[in-house]
């Protein structure tokens, strides 16, 4: 048996479309694989997308509390990467687009996503961390 967690927007299940941002998706998608076909789906709100740091380590312990042996992700941030390598689950790379939780599987179970080995974004600072975003350094104001 194999559980494969999928960061996603919503709760549609098969036809819900995969949401590139590992630790700030809505929610994860679960899809249980038994002699290759799909036995169950559920979605799991994620906690930790609002967290102003950590989102991608706390995301891995919501993959891990629910048994997934393995994920496909979009962007992995070197944290989440290094938490889901912990777990010892698995990690594919989505192959890009619109696909949904139904095609990503289907793409799993044909062999044709890549194994992911490292992140493959930079770390990020939590949800922007202010000081100093504006470039304008305050001219406008009167």
Do not use: W
């Not at 042996?69 to 192959?95: C, D, F």
Request: proline share 1%; with cysteine; charged share 15%.
């Amino acid at each position: 048996m194999v559980i494969v967690g999928i960061p996603t927007f919503g709760n549609k299940g098969l036809n819900e479309v995969m949401n590139d941002r590992f630790g700030r998706c809505n929610t994860f998608t679960f899809v249980t694989i038994e002699n290759n076909e799909i036995v169950e789906v559920k979605s799991v709100v994620n906690d930790a997308q609002g967290a102003m740091g950590g989102a991608g380590i706390q995301s891995a312990q919501i993959i891990g509390n629910n048994g997934a042996t393995e994920v496909i992700v979009g962007n992995l941030g070197p944290n989440a990467m290094n938490s889901l390598s912990a777990l010892n689950i698995k990690i594919y790379q989505s192959q890009g687009g619109s696909l949904t939780v139904k095609e990503l599987i289907g793409l799993r179970l044909s062999g044709k996503l890549q194994v992911l080995t490292s992140s493959n974004v930079a770390a990020h600072a939590g949800m922007g961390g202010g000081m100093g975003g504006g470039r304008g350094g305050g001219r406008g104001r009167q």
